[in-house]
Nanobody
């Protein structure tokens, strides 16, 4: 079993940056993903990274602005978010992938509690 704890969320103006962290305890992490959920909307895929960190995946809406990375020695995954927009406002969750589809939240088993990101215009 693994426990995931997100941090780094907050309030930022449009155009600003934030870096989210997802720290894990319990064992080494497999492939990981970030998802977000805005009020009244479904959870959506944001980014994912393979176990080695070599391969990354992004939603079209964040491509070129967000960067996912990981430090396996620290058992931590990061999401660097630049050029933030008001539509990026959501609760962001990290999750550990267990299935085959990087883009589908149903293929992730362990989830963190989420961290709020609010982007003001």
């Amino acid at each position: 079993q693994v426990q995931l704890v997100e941090s780094g969320g907050g309030l930022v103006q449009a155009g600003g940056s934030l870096r989210l962290s997802c720290a894990a305890s319990g064992r080494a992490l497999a492939a990981m993903g970030w998802f977000r959920q805005a009020p009244g909307k479904e959870r959506m895929f944001v980014a994912a990274i393979s176990r080695s960190g070599i391969t990354t995946y992004y939603a079209d809406s964040v491509k070129g602005r967000f960067t996912i990375s990981r430090d396996n020695a620290r058992n931590t995954v990061y999401l660097q978010m630049n050029s933030l927009k008001p539509e990026d406002t959501a609760v962001y969750y990290c999750a550990e992938k267990s299935g085959t589809n990087y883009y589908d939240g149903r293929d992730y088993n362990y989830w963190g509690q989420g961290t709020q990101v609010t982007v003001s215009s």
